[in-house]
Structures are given as structure tokens and as C-alpha cells.
């Protein structure tokens, strides 16, 4: 796979399985398949664990929600210990570039979701922000603080 931005490779368990490829993500206990976006966010599971201390079992992948009626998943959400949502995270693969509209679905979802911190990446490119409900504002940030720091 593509080597991505982040401060460093990570070990993966990567397997064929049949004419597909897989990756075991630690999140969710099982292997899932290997697709572009799918490497993308294994990199940043990777990256919150690693680097900068966010809980795995504090992590959700593909968490299901409701926006304004329909059915939608966030690529990744990281809980606070009382379960709150505290960053949501948008993947996409790396040859998608990340325009508006990548920030306004994160943001969109956020409605429902009430994460403090947002992330949008594709693993070459990576943006954040942290949002501020009472003030309807939000700030960019130059990176993700450690999640002790939150």
C-alpha cells in the first residue's frame, strides 16, 4: 500500500484472503478489507493509539448515527471516559482530494454526533478543527492534541 503522512509506518497484519486482500483492525477485532480509504484509517487508528495516546476501547469505527432522518456511519469516533463523543474523524482514500465538501460532511455529521475535535484526512493531507457548540465557531488546529490533553 501507499506509503501515507503520518510520523511513522505502523505494523500491520495484512493477509490475502482469497483474491482480496485484509487488514486486522484492533478496534473492531477482525480483519476487514483492504481498500485505499480502509488503509487510511487503520494509519490513523494507528496514529490516535500510538502517538498520541487516544484509548482503543474508547475508539469507534463506523459508528452508526441518524442525520436528519437517514442512516450514516462516521469512519472513526473517540469517546471521553463518560462516553461522549469527544473527536470524530472522515477518511478518504488517498487519491481524493480533500475539498469542502469532505469538511462539510464531517461538520454535517458532527450535528448529530456533538464531537469536540474533527478530523478529515487521506492519510497525505490531514485537517482539524475543534468546535465550539455555544459559540456556533470553530478553530483549525495544526494537529491533534494528545488525548491526556483533552
Not at 490475502?16 to 473492531?28: L, M, P, T
Amino acid at each position: 500500500m501507499q506509503p501515507l503522512n503520518f510520523p511513522r509506518e505502523y505494523e500491520f497484519d495484512i493477509r490475502a484472503d482469497g483474491e482480496r486482500s485484509v487488514i486486522f483492525d484492533r478496534v473492531r477485532r477482525q480483519y476487514v478489507q483492504l481498500s485505499p480509504e480502509e488503509w487510511v484509517r487503520q494509519n490513523l487508528l494507528r496514529y490516535l493509539a500510538e502517538d498520541l495516546g487516544f484509548p482503543e476501547g474508547l475508539t469507534a469505527v463506523e459508528q452508526g448515527f441518524v442525520d436528519r432522518g437517514i442512516q450514516a456511519r462516521a469512519d472513526v469516533v473517540v469517546h471521553d471516559r463518560q462516553g461522549n463523543a469527544l473527536v470524530m474523524a472522515e477518511c478518504k482514500a488517498p487519491d481524493v482530494k480533500l475539498r469542502q465538501n469532505a469538511v462539510d460532511q464531517v461538520a454535517r455529521y458532527n450535528a448529530a454526533v456533538g464531537a469536540r475535535y474533527l478530523v478529515v484526512t487521506n492519510g497525505l493531507d490531514h485537517y482539524c478543527w475543534t468546535v465550539d457548540p455555544e459559540r456556533h465557531s470553530y478553530r483549525f488546529l495544526e494537529q491533534l492534541p494528545r488525548y491526556e490533553d483533552l
